[in-house]
């Protein structure tokens, strides 16, 4: 299904996130994801660029064009500009057309130490990267949100003022960063649809899958977490097993309430576990859509 039509006859989309294998892994290790994920009928699989990455490096690509030339699923790109100049945006344009690839998150990226270059200069925002592939050519342009704000921006109204430049840059539909938070969620969403962003916004759900993994997201994007939550980390931290079981039904549960609240879609972190990502699947599919069973 297109991306434009996922949302439509009020459907909540449901959508995955993985990224490619590392560096020294060859690009096939992306099957045993793939395979594991296919069954669960997402509405697009979307696929992680590498922070530093370069125009060089088609893996991002390669992997779109396997989900919807293997798979049969609707997949997206994420492209970040800082270390991209106009001309290595020109290039990976071409690249995504001649891959049959229209849906592109675009995206600024973070500034990384160990790039392989200085961040070039004729980007400075996601808004100026969106503005820009909408010269290129018939692309689905998407934009990441921040429920909490960005962590370098210096109020979460600023951060939405700046959103809705993407927007008005081209961007047609938001996806979320990460949150534990689903009030935070909403309180987010009522700013930005009083500021003017009417775009489809889809909520970014990671599982916690271990201590370490949650640790290191929390660290990166700043999400707070809720009571509910640290509770559940104190509990099982020293037991593997048990935080895996625990992180999957908190996540569940988030997904439910989401959807009972009426949100526009779940996008989920799968972290490549097409596991985490079944169970999930499994519990929430009998209530993602009942009022479309039959038409989908
Ligand atoms: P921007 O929209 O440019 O925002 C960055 C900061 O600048 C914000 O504080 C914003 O308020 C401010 N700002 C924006 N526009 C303006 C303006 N015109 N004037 C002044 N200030 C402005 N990173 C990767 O490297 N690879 C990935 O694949 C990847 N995927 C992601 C997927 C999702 C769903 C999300 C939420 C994030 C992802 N990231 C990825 C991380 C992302 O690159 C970082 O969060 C990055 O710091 C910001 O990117 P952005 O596109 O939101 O930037």
Redesign the pocket.
Known sequence: MKLSEIMQNGRTAFTF?I?PPKKDMPIDTIYNTLDGLKGLKPDFI?V??????SAADTKTADIAQIIQEKYGIEAAV?L?CLYNSREDIDLICEQLKERNINNI??????FNPKASCEPKKDF?????LIAYLKTKGDFHIM????PE?????VSLE??ID??K??VDAGATHL???LFFDNDAYFRFLEKARAAGITVPIEA?IMPCTSKASIERMVTM?GASLPAKFTRMMARYESYPEAIKEAGIAYAIDQVIDLISRGVDGI?LYTMNSPYVAKRISDAVAPILNPHLKGTD
């Open positions: 996130e990224f979307s992680t660029y590498g922070a530093g990455g994420h970040t998150l675009a995206l600024r990226g973070d400075l925002h996601a808004s100026d934009g990441a949100c921040y704000g960005h962590q370098e921006a600023a951060d700046n959103l430049r993407k996806l979320s960063q970014g994007c996008h």
